[in-house]
């Protein structure tokens, strides 16, 4: 093999030191105007949210918060989001007045505020124009968990089968619009209902002639009476 030309080499030396040269200057220029490039300026009305998300005491640190506007509608949509920082600090920009639900989000972990409805839990909130909202904190708490096992008359496992959870206080259920929380049995009969809020529950399985929340219709089309724990057929015989 012929060696390389030392004139050759020499001039691609020259060539990429020659262009070294003149890119430094540009990526000099490059940086600096990125430096004095202002951030986008805020709306004139737009306000800011800041708080922080703890889950069992420690910083919350990757969980969402939500910012939703206060009365439900099935095309409504998120006005705001944020994810909290390492510390659990969460901070939203240009946000618009009006009354909005502030939501935190966290698989596993509730927030039960006061204001806390059956759509979303969270915190109520006034905005008006131009305003700093800080210190809005949410301390959450890992969810309860109720499960169970249903079996049919037999004494053998009810198969995709609904199991309803309401609120045993009925000032609880009012307040979030008697809205329950409907599982399905798996091949075994067992149901497991996680990410509750603290609270007195009843739990019932089928269905009554009154509602259509557990339908208690599986592929075989068979379903079961309306039966709370531990067997009784109606709520005020019903345990928590």
Same mark, same amino acid.
């Given at each position: &093999?012929?060696?390389? +030309?030392?004139?050759? @080499?020499l001039?691609?030396?020259?060539?990429s030191?020659?262009?070294?040269?003149?890119?430094?200057?540009?990526?000099?220029?490059? *940086?600096?105007?990125?430096?004095?490039?202002?951030?986008?300026? #805020?709306?004139? %009305?737009?306000?800011?949210? &800041? $708080?922080?998300?703890?889950?069992?005491?420690?910083?919350?640190?990757?969980?969402?918060?939500?910012?939703?506007?206060?009365?439900w509608?099935?095309?409504?949509?998120?006005?705001?989001?944020? /994810?909290?920082?390492?510390?659990?600090r969460?901070r939203?920009r240009?946000?618009?007045?009006?009354?909005?639900?502030?939501?935190?989000?966290?698989?596993?972990?509730?927030?039960?505020?006061? %204001? =806390?409805?059956?759509?979303?839990? $969270?915190?109520?909130i006034?905005?008006?124009?131009?305003?700093?909202? /800080? %210190? &809005?904190d949410?301390?959450? *708490?890992?969810?309860?968990?109720? @499960?169970?096992?249903?079996?049919?008359?037999?004494?053998?496992?009810?198969v995709?089968?609904?199991? *309803?959870?309401?609120?045993?206080?009925l000032?609880?259920?009012?307040k979030?619009q008697?809205?329950? +929380?409907?599982?399905?049995?798996?091949?075994?009969?067992?149901?497991?209902?996680?990410g509750? *809020?603290?609270?007195?529950?009843?739990?019932?399985?089928?269905? @009554?002639s009154?509602?259509?929340?557990?339908?208690?219709?599986?592929?075989?089309g068979?379903?079961?009476?309306? =039966?709370?724990?531990?067997?009784?057929? #109606?709520?005020?015989?019903? /345990?928590?």
């Open positions: &093999m012929r060696p390389k +030309s030392p004139r050759l @080499s001039a691609h030396l020259l060539l030191l020659i262009l070294s040269l003149i890119a430094l200057p540009l990526a000099n220029a490059a *940086t600096a105007a990125a430096a004095q490039q202002p951030n986008p300026p #805020e709306a004139k %009305d737009a306000a800011s949210i &800041m $708080g922080r998300v703890t889950r069992a005491g420690r910083p919350a640190s990757g969980a969402d918060v939500v910012l939703m506007p206060s009365e509608s099935p095309q409504m949509n998120a006005i705001a989001r944020a /994810k909290a920082d390492e510390d659990g969460f939203m240009n946000v618009p007045p009006g009354r909005y639900y502030l939501s935190p989000v966290s698989p596993g972990f509730v927030f039960a505020g006061s %204001d =806390t409805s059956w759509w979303m839990p $969270g915190q109520i006034n905005v008006t124009a131009g305003e700093e909202l /800080k %210190d &809005m949410f301390a959450l *708490t890992r969810g309860g968990v109720i @499960s169970g096992r249903v079996l049919d008359p037999d004494g053998k496992p009810a995709a089968q609904y199991v *309803t959870i309401i609120h045993a206080d000032k609880e259920r009012k979030r008697d809205n329950p +929380s409907i599982h399905e049995t798996d091949d075994r009969g067992v149901y497991r209902a996680w509750l *809020t603290p609270g007195r529950y009843f739990v019932y399985a089928g269905r @009554s009154e509602n259509n929340y557990a339908r208690g219709d599986n592929d075989a068979v379903f079961y009476p309306q =039966t709370f724990y531990p067997s009784a057929t #109606e709520e005020a015989q019903a /345990k928590v």
